[in-house]
Structures are given as C-alpha cells and as structure tokens.
Antibody, heavy 122, light 103 residues
Framework: QVQLVQSGAEVKKPGASVKVSCKASGYTFTSYGISWVRQAPGQGLEWMGW????????NYAQKLQGRVTMTTDTSTSTAYMELRSLRSDDTAVYYC???????????????WGQGTLVTVSS | EIVLTQSPATLSLSPGERATLSCRAS??????LAWYQQKPGQAPRLLIY???NRATGIPARFSGSGSGTDFTLTISSLEPEDFAVYYC?????FGPGTKVDIK
C-alpha cells in the first residue's frame, strides 16, 4: 500500500532553516511527483510547490520562491523540503503528498504523509 | 489567480441527513476541481477529482458535480465518520473549507 512517512516535529528560531523528509513506499517513486502543502494552526491549506521524482524538476509557489528548495533521493525514495529564513508565520504542519504526474504537476494529491509540525519561535 | 469560495462555512446536520457543500471559482476552471476531507489531527484525504470522479476507496455516498465556476459535493446520508472539514481545490488554490458538524 502507498505510504508517505514524514520526519518528526521541529522547533526552530526565527532566521533558521528546517528540512523535512518524506519517505515513500508501496509504489514506483520515480513515476510520480511530490507536492508539499502546509497548514498554519487553525487555518486552511497552502500549496508550497512540486518536485518530479523522475528528473528533479521543480515548481514553487511564487510567495516562497528564494526561500524553499525541494529535492529527492531516488536511492531511498525520499523527498525533502527545506525552508530557509524562517519566520513566525511559517509555523505550520507541513505535508507531503503524491502527485500522479512526474512530468509536470497535476495538482492532484492522492496520498498524503502524516504531517510534520514546524514551530518557529524565539 | 483563481479564488475559491466555499459555502456555508459551517453546516450543522444529523447523521443520516444529506449534506450539500458548495464551491465557487472566480473564473471558469472547466472540470479541474477536487474535494478533500480533513478530520482533526489528520492529513487531508482525496475524495473527488475532476469534479465528479470518486478517488480510490471512497464510498458511493460521496458525489461531486459541476463545471465552470460552480461545484457541489454531496454526501447522500451522513455517517458519524463524515463529520469533518471539506476543502475544494483547483491547481495551487484551496478554498477556505466547510466544516460539517453534528447538530
């Protein structure tokens, strides 16, 4: 069965960076993409970006351009999302989600990780 | 950028009742609209894609309809596990959600 297992909760100070991992199993990793979606406490969902697990191509949300980097390690079927220059409003649960296309994002998220809480606080 | 609005914000119903949730797009999105269910402390779950197609394993009581700018998610008879928040989504945009709670 398809599973996405994310790394554990993080507490960071403003200005620091965080890197969240998402290990996939139960499907051919390189035949799909991975999107990242975050959710601030009590708020709605915000798409952050997408990466192809086939060739590493990325597409980031404009508001995060320059602060976010998404990568994959095909040898371990793991996707990573790094967010830099953290601010208090980056406090959120970060989710990875499988996207059915490896060539460009279909913006369709059929399986999700369990979420990783990132808290930014001084 | 396309803006999605959902109504109502909260829907209070009893188990067994029919739920009708609305999502409106600020411009036509053809049939490229999905619906997700999220329960407290859990990740969202894909229910419907391309406006009317149920995702794998989704019960038949969930149905989606619409095209262009107006879309509807219908739950024909609410089960206890259906009380949750429902989001519509089009490409990188999510609606603000509709909470279905127990009356």
């Amino acid at each position: 069965q398809v599973q996405l297992v994310q790394s554990g909760a993080e507490v960071k100070k403003p200005g620091a960076s965080v890197k969240v991992s998402c290990k996939a199993s139960g499907y051919t990793f390189t035949s799909y993409g991975i999107s990242w979606v975050r959710q601030a406490p009590g708020q709605g969902l915000e798409w952050m970006g997408w990466i192809s697990a086939y060739n590493g191509n990325t597409n980031y949300a404009q508001k995060l351009q320059g602060r976010v980097t998404m990568t994959t390690d095909t040898s371990t079927s793991t996707a990573y999302m790094e967010l830099r220059s953290l601010r208090s409003d980056d406090t959120a649960v970060y989710y990875c989600a499988r996207d059915p296309s490896y060539s460009s994002s279909w913006y369709l998220f059929d399986y999700w990780g369990q979420g990783t809480l990132v808290t930014v606080s001084s | 950028e396309i803006v999605l609005t959902q109504s109502p914000a909260t829907l209070s119903l009893s188990p067994g009742e029919r739920a009708t949730l609305s999502c409106r797009a600020s411009q036509s999105v053809s049939s490229y609209l999905a619906w997700y269910q999220q329960k407290p402390g859990q990740a969202p779950r894909l229910l419907i894609y391309d406006a009317s197609n149920r995702a794998t394993g989704i019960p038949a009581r969930f149905s989606g309809s619409g095209s262009g700018t107006d879309f509807t998610l219908t739950i024909s008879s609410l089960e206890p596990e259906d009380f949750a928040v429902y989001y519509c989504q089009q490409r990188s945009n999510f609606g603000p959600g509709t909470k279905v709670d127990i009356k």
